[in-house]
């Protein structure tokens, strides 16, 4: 077989092996590159098939975030618990004990008629007669309200005491009603209240628990106990018993009023505000949701909703010196110092021994005299 031999030019020959001298040199740079990859990229060893041979660097410690120093409390007048309103005004609470309405009236059958029959032989209902018409006993027959006992009689007689200010007179009578009736979950209540105005707080604790224990359906209970919580500082566990109290009484606004202040106590003032809202839609008339929502928008920069909210617990209580004190901080926040000059003279005459609201004053007169107002428009 005859073999075609192709002559192949000098030049070529020469460029051919020009091209594979520079490849083979250029080899161990490439192999040299790939494994000067940096060890502390996370992604080295994807990038290089080949792997880098050394170990990635241990990630460095996220240091701990500094601890938050506590907040400075924002001067302003000092807001009540909700159990006054006005001076010397007592709240709205539940009476005890509970008034006895009338029982209901029980059918009973006559002498000589068949169950299920009537004397005139008509057929008879589950509930009374088909047709709308007295039965043909004597409703006056029926037997009288039962006597209190001994606790709901010294219930009571603590519940004078405890109108009178006898406070001390009033717990000893109720230590002997829930000795006497460890069920009554009333009593338990009404010796948890009169230890908290007494300023034992753990015994309040104590006493609403164990009314909880015998009932634990009732949510003014939760809410007391949840004051005393308050009380004592520990603000998450009373959190806990607002809550529980809230999602039993619908209608009731304090469980929603104590949660918004227990959140301002936890400096979670944006969830107060939502907490003052509830108070309000369960009650248009909460006053001191008003006032307290009030202040917590002025501790969130927003002094033109404060404002509002001041309006409305003025519209309620026009002769609360809280509300026209707080209302003129709103107006002097957003530079309208003749206006907060009004409402803090007004706050002076309801209450002529406020030191706040008088500093106040002073200096509102000295930034209207000079025209100042905020460099920003407030919201």
Aim: charged share 30%.
């Amino acid at each position: 077989m005859n073999v075609m031999h192709f002559p192949i030019p000098c030049s070529r020959l020469r460029s051919l092996v020009l091209v594979i001298a520079v490849t083979a040199a250029l080899a161990p740079t490439a192999a040299t590159d790939a494994a000067r990859l940096q060890p502390e990229d996370p992604f080295a060893d994807e990038l290089n098939p080949f792997g880098t041979g050394k170990q990635p660097a241990p990630a460095a410690a996220v240091p701990a975030a500094p601890q938050r120093p506590a907040a400075r409390p924002v001067p302003k007048l000092p807001v009540p618990f909700p159990e006054t309103t006005v001076p010397g005004e007592p709240a709205d609470r539940r009476e005890w004990p509970p008034a006895r309405g009338p029982r209901p009236a029980v059918p009973r059958r006559q002498p000589g008629m068949q169950p299920g029959r009537q004397s005139d032989g008509r057929d008879l209902d589950a509930d009374g007669p088909r047709r709308e018409r007295l039965l043909g006993f004597d409703e006056q027959r029926d037997e009288p309200p039962a006597e209190p006992s001994m606790a709901e009689t010294k219930l009571a007689e603590a519940d004078r005491l405890e109108r009178a200010g006898k406070l001390d007179e009033a717990r000893d009578v109720l230590r002997q009603v829930v000795k006497l009736d460890p069920s009554l979950a009333i009593g338990h209540l009404a010796l948890g209240v009169v230890l908290r105005r007494l300023g034992d707080f753990r015994g309040s604790v104590e006493a609403c628990t164990k009314g909880i224990e015998a009932d634990p359906q009732e949510p003014e209970l939760y809410l007391r106990r949840g004051i005393a919580w308050f009380h004592l500082g520990f603000f998450g566990i009373a959190l806990e018993d607002f809550e529980e109290a809230a999602g039993m009484a619908f209608e009731d606004p304090r469980p929603e009023l104590w949660r918004g202040l227990t959140l301002i106590e936890l400096d979670r003032p944006l969830e107060a505000i939502n907490a003052y809202a509830s108070a309000i839609r369960r009650d248009r008339g909460c006053m001191l949701a008003y006032l307290n929502r009030g202040l917590a928008y002025l501790s969130t920069n927003e002094p033109r909703k404060a404002e509002y909210d001041f309006n409305q617990a003025i519209r309620q209580k026009p002769k609360d010196a809280r509300a026209w004190a707080n209302r003129g901080v709103a107006q002097a926040r957003q530079g309208r110092y003749r206006e907060a000059i009004e409402s803090y003279e007004t706050a002076l005459g309801i209450s002529p021994d406020e030191r706040a609201v008088r500093q106040n004053l002073d200096a509102a007169r000295r930034l209207a005299g000079r025209g100042q107002g905020p460099a920003t428009p407030a919201r």
